[in-house]
């Protein structure tokens, strides 16, 4: 057809990913192509590090989880001239908090955008809402697959009506034939054939049409379940086939193995178009009523299957006026009476197979393209008449600087099969200091908290394991304590650890129990942190006390009813508190006669504390020390921590040098807790200035981070870096990088995020 429209930027998942919205992204691509001169220029959204084997189509690929490459990718979307921009919306595929990344895109691209809804929540959380909401805002039209969607739109997310476009999801122009006739070459000839396709996961029921067989085969002994798809990529990811596996042994548990076959791949459109053409029923028993979009039920309309359907939105809209059958969800019995009344009424089937075909005949791809098409141009002309100000690039001082990539590397060289190793010379791994219990406890956290960004999770659930099972050999149960310092034949030196090391033991836990993914290490950890708690309220070091209190926040986070932990918190909140009122004088306020190492963690377990147990008198005595803190450690403005050769002393000495990796990390992490308290700007102002210590803004100008290695220098001494890249730098780099990209993202490192 005739258009203005050249280029057309199309960001979302793509194939070779297996999922349905690439498979959708493809397809939507392909077909504009088919049917304009336009050119689609893809910009596809990675779940992998190394991303895929794409075809040229695909221009640009952005990694989800990093926050830098959105407002790369609208840049290059802009430099090459974009007519319009067609974005594809499932909640999920984006990073950030409720997929808030893709924003920095939209925001910065200069011409129309359309956004494909692929999901309209009907119980949003406020925050999903808000996101949503912001998202739409950025567009200039919201296309929509089902009507039902358009009134939760106008209802929920207050969308004006005439941005609201409906256009059916697509599916590929199949002939209506007999199921006779492609049922020879699956091996199922002369048997009733029941089809469910797509990637398969836990929310597809399938197990409820698992369930239903014994009553159908009593009636028609020949029928045949085939279920067709991989098991989804995210799901191999979590459980590996731990879904397909309790489905076949469901299925021989009820004698119906005979009746069912798995054909455990993903298939490409020809091969599926002779799949869906053996089906006599089609079945999506679907267990999530509020899904808006099925793009397997629309092909299954589309190749003329009669369908039976659990009652979700799309299914409700799609299958109205006899196009299928819709029975209640979660019940077995009631699909198994439909399926049979199907079989047993040869002229309802054919009459409902024709309904649906005859109805789908508007969603054949290349009339959903053309309906695309004439959208952009309906957009391109408005914004030739209300045309928005162009964003030029800002300069640095207006814009975000670029966060390094989140990389792991020196992290790995430093660890073994035993544990994370304490130093090195230079980047070099030091094999003769062995092991310690403090890094191992901050290699869990940085692999824990890392994982909201980084896409490779076995090789973290392997770290994982690695250093929560080092934890678990150094607890010394006769003790109640944990041992430190191991050698490098892993011998103990020692039975009985410093109280810093039991507190940042303590610290890891919580976060494990709190972050971890993996149920096995959360109940491990928990049944370690419960164990080594016991011991904390002997502990006297106000850092390991605070060290503590933070792996007690994190732990309460996600089980705040335990009344025992609960009442540790609030002695070791207490004592911190005593410390304070012992020292603390108007211009000294600190809980000691020298301010020395981790300063930072003294008013973030402050904070944290205070917060959950709503005492408003030690979140003062946090911000008021921590703002002492950013005072005393601030230098032409850039961050200049206490030195350790000296530390600093109520008679005015400050110890310039050698400054810490960690004293950045430790103060980063409080200007969050304390800016989660007070929204005041300045202290992100200040985590990002720690940040940039480690990238030369600091007294010597000299950069501690090394991108060759993904090393930390061990600190900043009078002459330089120290270029050894041990442990606790390369850990502390990681958790102020991690903790930046939380920054970002706008969420708190120390939440869980679903």
Not at 32 to 45: E, F, H, M, N, Q
Not at 366 to 376: G, K, P
Request: proline share 4%; glycine share 6%.
């Amino acid at each position: 057809m005739p258009s203005s429209i050249t280029n057309i930027g199309v960001i979302g998942n793509y194939l070779p990913r297996k999922c349905g919205i690439a498979t959708f992204t493809t397809d939507l691509a392909q077909s504009i192509s088919a049917v304009s001169d336009a050119k689609c220029w893809v910009a596809a959204i990675n779940d992998q590090e190394d991303g895929y084997d794409y075809p040229d189509n695909v221009h640009y690929e952005i990694n989800q989880n990093a926050i830098n490459q959105y407002s790369q990718s609208a840049e290059f979307l802009n430099t090459n001239l974009m007519d319009v921009v067609s974005l594809q919306h499932e909640f999920g595929i984006f990073g950030g908090h409720d997929g808030g990344y893709v924003l920095n895109l939209l925001k910065d691209l200069r011409m129309p955008v359309i956004a494909t809804l692929h999901t309209v929540l009907n119980h949003p959380k406020p925050t999903q809402r808000s996101m949503f909401t912001n998202i739409i805002k950025e567009c200039d039209r919201v296309v929509i697959m089902a009507e039902t969607a358009r009134k939760l739109l106008k209802n929920i997310y207050e969308v004006p009506d005439e941005k609201i476009v409906f256009i059916p999801h697509g599916i590929p122009d199949i002939p209506f034939v007999d199921p006779s006739f492609y049922k020879d070459q699956f091996g199922v000839e002369g048997r009733k054939v029941i089809l469910t396709f797509g990637l398969l996961s836990p929310g597809k029921g399938i197990e409820q049409m698992v369930k239903a067989l014994p009553d159908i085969v009593k009636k028609y002994p020949e029928a045949i379940y085939m279920v067709l798809g991989a098991t989804h990529p995210a799901t191999i990811r979590a459980n590996g086939e731990s879904y397909r596996i309790s489905l076949e042994q469901m299925a021989k548990k009820l004698n119906v193995s005979e009746n069912i076959i798995f054909h455990n791949r993903f298939v490409e459109l020809k091969e599926l178009s002779e799949f869906l053409g053996s089906a006599d029923v089609y079945v999506t028993p679907y267990l999530q009523e509020s899904q808006m979009v099925s793009g397997t039920l629309a092909y299954a309309l589309g190749a003329g299957k009669a369908v039976v359907s659990t009652p979700y939105l799309y299914a409700n809209e799609m299958l109205a006026d006899g196009r299928g059958v819709i029975v209640p969800v979660h019940n077995p019995k009631a699909m198994a009476e439909a399926v049979i009344d199907l079989f047993d009424d040869e002229t309802k089937r054919h009459a409902m197979r024709k309904r649906g075909y005859l109805y789908s005949r508007k969603a054949i791809w290349r009339e959903v393209a053309m309906q695309y098409l004439r959208v952009f141009e309906e957009v391109k002309l408005e914004r030739m008449g209300r045309p928005r100000p162009v964003s030029f690039p800002r300069t640095l001082e207006k814009k975000q600087a670029s966060l390094p990539e989140l990389r792991l590397n020196h992290m790995i060289r430093l660890t073994d099969e035993t544990g994370i190793l304490q130093h090195s010379r230079f980047s070099l791994p030091d094999r003769e200091h062995g092991y310690c219990t403090d890094d191992n406890a901050r290699a869990l956290i940085v692999t824990l908290t890392a994982q909201r960004f980084l896409t490779n999770d076995l090789d973290l659930m392997t770290l994982q394991y690695r250093y929560l099972s080092f934890l678990q050999h150094a607890f010394n149960p006769a003790t109640g304590r944990f041992r430190n310092f191991m050698d490098y034949k892993r011998n103990w030196l020692e039975d009985e650890g410093s109280d810093d090391c039991h507190g940042r033991a303590i610290w890891a836990l919580g976060i494990n129990y709190l972050l971890s993914k993996n149920k096995g290490c959360q109940q491990a950890g928990a049944v370690l942190f419960r164990q080594a708690l016991k011991c904390t309220e002997e502990l006297a070091s106000p850092r390991s006390i605070a060290f503590s209190l933070i792996g007690i926040h994190a732990y309460l986070s996600e089980y705040p009813g335990d009344s025992e932990v609960k009442r540790i918190q609030y002695t070791l909140a207490k004592k911190l508190d005593s410390l304070f009122k012992g020292v603390s004088q108007a211009d000294w306020p600190w809980l000691e006669e020298t301010v020395s190492y981790s300063n930072g963690k003294i008013p973030h377990a402050l904070l944290l504390s205070g917060q959950m147990m709503k005492k408003k008198r030690i979140i003062d005595q946090g911000l008021i020390s921590l703002d002492w803190l950013m005072e005393k450690q601030l230098s032409h403005n850039m961050f200049s921590p206490v030195g350790n050769k000296g530390w600093m002393t109520k008679d005015g000495y400050k110890a310039h040098f050698d400054q810490q990796p960690v004293e950045s990390q430790t103060m980063m992490e409080a200007c969050m807790a304390a800016y989660y308290v007070s929204k005041k700007n300045k202290y992100q102002d200040f985590a990002q200035k720690c940040f940039d210590w480690f990238l030369g803004q600091n007294d010597l100008n000299v950069q501690l981070y090394d991108y060759q290695t993904d090393g930390c220098c061990d600190g900043l001494t009078p002459d330089g870096a120290n270029f050894n890249q041990g442990a606790e730098s390369t850990l502390a780099w990681l958790q102020s990088l991690i903790a930046m990209h939380y920054i970002r993202a706008g969420e708190n490192m120390y939440q869980r995020v679903e």
